[in-house]
């Protein structure tokens, strides 16, 4: 399987800072990496996929970047919804793997 | 708009079979547009797929995660548009929210993203 590893696992950030979350696979996957964000109680969201492809309806703050193994999800200035977890996953092959998510709290 | 929801008991006991179904709305599940899959959240485990049924010229086929593989079974109901997830000889390591999603035909030989899911249920495998 394909391990992909998330940091950090927990993110204490501010309204208004740009943050960066690091996603790693333990192998190539060209660009086939997601992002979704979820909120306790809830589904995982769809933020990404394709490494920068933006959902639609998904805010513009969010942006991804990255190719190969390494992979970032960044939010340009953080809005008071954006306190979450945030996961990533790779479909480049099954078994599909999940990263173990970022909790972004308040600080 | 494609819809999934979750349904089935919320408590197993264990070494019984986990049953769990998901009814589609918005897209039927014998289309080849949409791959549909299970995916499960624990505490101590995080997110795990757990496997993928789709549909090609009139066909199912299924992949599932190997560690589970020996356990598992994902099976369509096309006369209620449902599709199913059998998990054989549960153990409290089974206990997690499961998740049906569902991606389209994606660019990647067929791979995508889970655009859609459902809410998810709580099952609890308990002796």
């Known amino acids: 399987d394909i391990q992909m590893t998330q940091s950090p696992s927990t993110l204490s950030a501010s309204v208004g800072d740009r943050i960066t979350i690091t996603c790693r696979a333990s192998q190539n996957i060209d660009r086939w990496l997601a992002w979704y964000q979820q909120k306790p109680g809830k589904a995982p969201k769809l933020l990404i996929r394709k490494a920068s492809s933006l959902e639609s309806g998904m805010p513009s703050r969010f942006g991804g970047s990255g190719s190969g193994t390494e992979f970032t999800l960044t939010i340009s200035s953080l809005q008071p919804d954006d306190f979450a977890t945030y996961y990533c996953q790779q479909y480049h092959s099954y078994s599909y793997t999940f990263g173990q998510g970022t909790k972004l709290e308040i600080k | 708009q494609l819809q999934l929801q979750e349904s089935g008991p919320g408590l197993v006991k264990s070494s019984e079979t986990l049953s769990l179904t998901c009814t589609v709305s918005?897209?039927?599940?014998?289309?080849?547009?949409?791959?549909w899959a299970w995916i499960r959240q624990s505490p101590g485990k995080g997110l795990e797929w757990i496997g993928t049924?789709?549909?090609?010229?009139?066909?199912?086929?299924?992949y599932y995660d190997p560690s589970l593989k020996s356990r598992v079974t994902l099976s369509p109901d096309t006369s209620k548009n449902q599709f199913s997830l059998r998990v054989n000889s549960v153990t409290a390591a089974d206990t997690a929210v499961y998740f049906c999603?569902?991606?389209?035909?994606?660019?990647?030989?067929?791979?995508?993203?889970?655009?859609?899911w459902g809410q998810g249920t709580l099952v609890t495998a308990s002796s």
């Open positions: 918005g897209a039927s599940i014998s289309s080849s547009s949409y791959y």
């Open positions: 049924m789709w549909w090609y010229t009139g066909k199912t086929y299924t």
């Open positions: 999603a569902s991606t389209g035909f994606g660019d990647n030989r067929g791979h995508d993203a889970f655009n859609v």
